[in-house]
């Protein structure tokens, strides 16, 4: 087989292995295995597609594919139409795999679930990235996965869709991720990241959480969370005062995680209004639904928050300290991050994963039985264009 993929993973998403195929596919297809098995094999064609524009992440079906053909001793053809990062067209098929019926009818159900989630992943970060291509992005999407298995698969479509964002507009995209397992997808060695609100309240406060980490991890930049007790501004003063040669040197950063249960200190409605007015007024004129306003002067991490952070640095000589912010950074709401030029530098966030579980859906039809053209009635736009055609 010829998928243009490197090695198979040895993670999670290598499998299941061919012992266990039969308990994980479609009941269904093992039936049409026997059957097929028992009347005659054929030569079949299967054309994978998905109903909603994608961008491609093919490598970890591709791969798992590959390591079954060998594992039975066959071969599956691969015509991928759209190589991994490339735009992809609602109901265009993304692949052509030729094969054996009674080899492939067993498969589809685990290819399909390895492929389309992957592929709307990596549509959502290549546009969370292109939006905001000065921003830099880590991933931290595991702790809302279902299983391993799934965490691998999208950390796998975070850094496709970035390295299309790379391509097309030069973005920084996803520079790390915060599991070791699976920082190779970012060209890392190790997971990046440094504490959770959990050793803030270990600490007792902001401050001593962040002399506690910087003892413990002397050479390393530090990031602190500054939301837990409230006072953004002024634990963020605070920590920047105390560690003056880390914020001279770009090696601190405050991150922004408050709730949207309230307000950044130091803003309220009125407030978040009159940031945004001193920085980007026109960005208030545009906004299109209540849930953008509340990304531009509602509570928690909103455009205004991080202006008003970004003010109270600089008015302190803190210009090199950092802003990262995390809290539901989805497509929607980086989209109106980028129309209110928000400060920031970096965005931690999961929010890549698909908020509609129903468009993941990766669907295969045969339409090549013997090299003979058939495939249900409506589904013909899946056969094979033309070299001209494409």
């Known amino acids: 087989m010829d998928s243009g993929s490197p090695q198979p993973p040895k993670g999670p998403a290598a499998g299941p292995s061919e012992d266990s195929i039969a308990d994980w596919t479609d009941h269904y297809f093992l039936k049409t295995k026997a059957t097929v098995a028992r009347f005659g094999d054929s030569t079949v064609t299967y054309a994978v597609f998905m109903r909603r524009p994608v961008v491609s992440a093919p490598r970890l079906a591709l791969d798992w594919l590959q390591s079954i053909a060998k594992e039975r001793g066959t071969e599956f053809k691969v015509d991928l139409i759209y190589p991994e990062g490339k735009w992809v067209g609602a109901g265009e098929p993304i692949m052509y795999i030729t094969g054996s019926l009674v080899h492939l009818s067993d498969l589809e159900t685990i290819l399909l679930m390895k492929l389309g989630p992957a592929c709307v992943a990596a549509f959502n970060a290549f546009t969370m990235c292109a939006d905001l291509p000065a921003v830099a992005f880590l991933a931290m999407d595991a702790r809302h996965c279902a299983g391993l298995e799934m965490a691998e698969i999208m950390a796998y479509a975070a850094s496709v869709g970035s390295a299309r964002a790379r391509r097309k507009v030069g973005a920084k995209g996803f520079i790390g991720n915060a599991t070791e397992a699976t920082a190779h997808y970012f060209g890392q060695e190790h997971a990046l990241g440094t504490m959770p609100h959990a050793l803030i309240g270990y600490a007792g406060s902001t401050l001593r959480a962040a002399e506690m980490f910087h003892e413990t991890f002397p050479d390393q930049p530090m990031t602190v969370l500054v939301d837990y007790f409230g006072r953004e501004v002024t634990d963020s003063l605070t920590v920047a005062r105390r560690f003056p040669t880390l914020a001279a040197e770009g090696k601190l950063s405050v991150r922004l995680d408050t709730p949207g249960s309230r307000f950044v200190e130091g803003l309220d409605p009125t407030a978040s209004y009159a940031v945004l007015e001193r920085h980007v007024p026109r960005v208030l004129r545009g906004y299109r639904s209540e849930q953008e306003l509340r990304h531009l002067v509602g509570a ?9 952070m970004r003010d109270a640095l600089n008015r302190e000589g803190f210009q090199r300290v950092k802003i990262v912010a995390s ?11 980028a129309e209110s030029l928000a400060p920031m530098d970096v965005i931690g966030t999961g929010s890549f994963l698909p908020s509609r579980w129903t468009e993941t859906y990766a ?15 409506g589904r013909e736009f899946l056969f094979r264009k033309s070299d001209g055609d494409r």
């Open 363 to 377: 669907t295969a039809d045969i339409i090549e039985y013997d090299g003979v053209k058939r495939v249900k009635i």
């Open 300 to 308: 928690g991490v909103s455009a205004s928050a991080m202006w008003h």
């Open 327 to 337: 809290s539901g950074f989805d497509p929607a709401k980086c989209k109106v991050m």
